[in-house]
């Protein structure tokens, strides 16, 4: 009788967890998927950025914060990489910050030296957050010539493995 009840509680529990989906993406795009377009304006200067332009070229694609520590660490670690290794890649990288100002102080004092970095200050309500399901954390994406997403979520050993291949 002892290993009957053990045998059911086995089974209660192996059913209830059969309905987890254990593949279940942690949200955004994945790769092989192309890249929705989007149009941003820049802070300072007004300027008008289209995803679209960048057709040609690989772009490494970086969703942060600056209230999210390790958002930000990767936005720094990914931006000095690309400029001072891979200048051939754009680095487009988009901050949900809630102020243009808190953003603003935040590229001063990480050094991050781009004419592609912009703020979206209506934060996780914003369209573009929306378009790429950015709804469980922030990610990015290397994207190829065509706009094709080749990576997810990658680090700069990662991205040197990418950029370096034959």
């Known amino acids: 009788m002892k290993y009957v009840k053990w045998l059911f509680v086995v089974l209660l529990i192996g059913s209830l967890t059969s ?10 795009l994945n790769v092989g998927d192309v890249a929705p377009d989007f149009k941003i304006e820049s ?3 007004g300027h008008m950025f289209k995803l679209a332009d960048t057709k040609g070229r690989y772009v490494l694609l970086n ?9 930000r660490m990767h936005n720094i670690r990914l931006n000095h990489t690309i400029c001072s ?5 754009k680095m487009v990288s988009v901050s949900f910050d809630e102020y243009a100002s808190v953003f603003t102080e935040t590229i001063r004092k990480d050094q991050i030296v781009s004419p592609y970095c912009f703020v979206d200050t209506k934060s996780e309500k914003s369209g573009l957050f929306k378009k790429y399901r950015l709804n469980r954390g922030f990610t990015n994406y ?3 010539d065509k706009g094709v997403i080749i990576a997810k979520n990658i680090s700069v ?3 040197s493995s990418y950029l370096t291949k034959g």
């Open 19 to 28: 309905f987890i989906a254990k593949d279940k993406s942690t949200g955004g």
């Open 43 to 45: 802070t300072p200067n």
């Open 63 to 71: 969703f942060w914060a600056s209230y999210d520590a390790v958002s």
């Open 85 to 89: 290794t891979f200048p051939q890649v």
């Open 142 to 144: 290397l994207l190829n």
């Open 157 to 159: 050993a990662e991205l």
